[in-house]
């Protein structure tokens, strides 16, 4: 199935210089935000307990966080979850906090407002709990890096390697800095998110350079740029039908998903969009100005002979 009817021949690589601003101004951004922001971390890292309450109905939020101020939480994180009616409170952890004493406080006090309020889940996690989680998917991030730059070296070659590793690096801090700058709570489903944008991001880089190495091999006369560029084309229908199809199951999500699946959805809209730039105006562009060449991708047996005979 193609969605264009003959092979495209846009210059993507003539603009790449371009698309490095783009990319580096990105990246900046990102890494300030989050040294300056920071991330709105979930109950999953920081601990604490999570409330949630269900109104006769629609809830003021509002009325809600005035409520729990009144009562001493001025730092209680409040938020519509799934429905109008329907709401949860994230109180951040304290010292020996006893998750039944602050639930039954905390209604008492939103019943106050509305007498039909009622608690339907309570729930704690400790402090520890949550630095072990953080360093935990810290560490799934670093090796995810380390068994990508592995995999493609083998499967391709070095240059190959570090333009993916680069490329995959560029989608989570992108993402990392979305989240800074919005406040959207970064729990375990956004990280879950972005271990499969890495995922996806690679597969889309290692479908390029697949056909890089078989264009380098079929298309002798050619430039390294105009390889690149024929790479990228030939597989562009390819890349736009399954991240159009998956950006529309995502957006779907993030539309009607509700509160849950909020942070989970635009990790992976954005991961999808960052992602597919990202094969073409990072991991293609940098394996270009690494000079890649046939030589590089032929085995060292046959480098000097079948270099050298080629016409």
Same mark, same amino acid.
């Given at each position: ?102 639930? @039954? ?188 060449? @046939? ?17």
């Amino acid at each position: 199935m193609e969605f264009f009817h003959k092979v495209t021949t846009f210059p993507f690589m003539h603009t790449r210089r371009v698309w490095y601003g783009v990319s580096t101004l990105a990246l900046i951004t990102s890494v300030v935000l989050l040294f300056w922001h920071g991330l709105n971390l979930g109950i999953d890292f920081t601990g604490g307990v999570v409330l949630e309450f269900s109104y006769p109905k629609a809830a003021n939020i509002e009325n809600t966080r005035e409520a729990l101020s009144k009562e001493g939480y001025q730092e209680a994180h409040v938020q519509h979850f799934g429905d109008e009616r329907s709401i949860m409170v994230r109180l951040l952890p304290h010292d020996n906090q006893d998750v039944n004493a602050v639930s @039954a406080h905390v209604t008492e006090a939103l019943k106050k407002y509305d007498p039909g309020v009622e608690l339907r889940r309570a729930e704690v996690v400790g402090p520890q709990v949550g630095g072990e989680l953080t360093n935990q998917g810290g560490l799934a991030v670093m090796f995810t890096f380390i068994l990508i730059g592995i995999y493609t070296w083998f499967r391709f070659q070095w240059k190959m390697g570090v333009s993916a590793v680069v490329a995959t690096l560029h989608d989570p801090l992108i993402i990392l800095g979305f989240f800074a700058v919005t406040g959207i709570t970064f729990d375990l489903s956004v990280l879950a998110a972005i271990l499969a944008v890495i995922g996806y991001s690679l597969n889309d880089t290692v479908v390029v350079f697949d056909r890089v190495r078989e264009n380098f091999h079929s298309m002798r006369k050619a430039t390294p740029e105009q390889i690149m560029d024929a790479s990228i084309n030939q597989t562009l229908s390819r890349t736009i039908i399954t991240s159009g199809a998956t950006l529309l199951v995502v957006v779907v999500l993030l539309i009607e998903g509700g509160e849950t699946l909020r942070g989970f959805s635009w990790a992976l809209t954005i991961g999808i969009l960052v992602g597919t730039y990202s094969s073409i105006y990072v991991a293609g562009a940098l394996a270009l100005d690494m000079k890649l060449s @046939a030589r590089d991708l032929m085995p060292p047996q046959e480098k000097a002979s079948e270099v050298d005979a080629m016409p």
